[in-house]
């Protein structure tokens, strides 16, 4: 009885006030089957229970100069909001390395800003813009993207899978930059200062050596990490058990990737073979090691 009053509340917390919109983005990701999608729902809220994902917002991970580092190495922001009021979030896939910290810490990272999104940015951007917001938009920078970068696969698989079966149809599209017509395609969807720091300064990619830390929306000195980090320190404040902020990061459970990984591993290694005298991917497939370790 315990454990069902349990999932009745990370119901709640997941649909935040909209059931409806939420069990329909379940439906869709399962293509409309309705058994699908209830199975997907329903192992969705026991992994909420299971890995206490509704905690996750109170867990600092610290010390300070440790979440720079995972900061620093797995980039990720907040740049703005498009014309109609989505969440613009950039990602800087070629040049993040992911090797500062311990897969767990990456993880956490990674489902604290999904949550942080969910119960903090999406319905304060609904209230602001006066109607629902459930989804964000995300722009993949391709700047720095190396065939050495395939050795986190694990990691990526990791982050992937959680984010297909837990936070489905959240991400309304996807936009690759570093060719040339995307550009444009940003300029029409999202005002100028809403645009990644990479798509404002010419040739610069999605480097974390901006001239202005606060302006550079991977940076943890950027206004979205230094509210998101303070919101998890208060958070912790509030629920936590009291006493100092221990460190340790949260375990989270997920499923085997050994079959997926070994598939992805393939396709981009057949992928990339094509592509391995071309500019713009550095490296030789040769030396090429995909890396099973979770520090």
Known sequence: MKFHSKIAFRLQHIHQGYPTETLARFLKAREGNVTKA????????????????????????????????????????????????LPVFAIGVGLSTLDKAS?????????????????????????????????CLKVLDMTGLKLSALSQIKLLSIISTIDDLNYPEKTLTYYIVNAPYIFSACWKIMDYASLPHFCRREGSGSSKHSQNATDNCYSLDHPFHQALYNYIKQQHSIRGPGGPIKQGSAHVGHPDLAVEEVDIAKTLEAELLHLDNRDGLHGSLGDLKINDDQK
């Open 103 to 135: 897969v767990h810490y990456y993880v956490q990272s990674h489902i604290q800003i999904n949550e942080y999104r969910d119960c903090v940015i999406l319905p304060s951007a609904t209230k602001k813009y006066g109607r629902h917001i459930s989804k």
């Open 38 to 85: 209830h199975k997907m729902l329903v192992d969705s809220l026991k992994w909420r229970v299971e890995s206490e994902i509704e905690n996750m917002l109170a867990k600092p991970i610290v010390p300070t100069d440790l979440y720079r580092a995972v900061r620093d190495s797995q980039l990720i922001g907040l740049s703005g909001y498009s014309r109609e009021g």
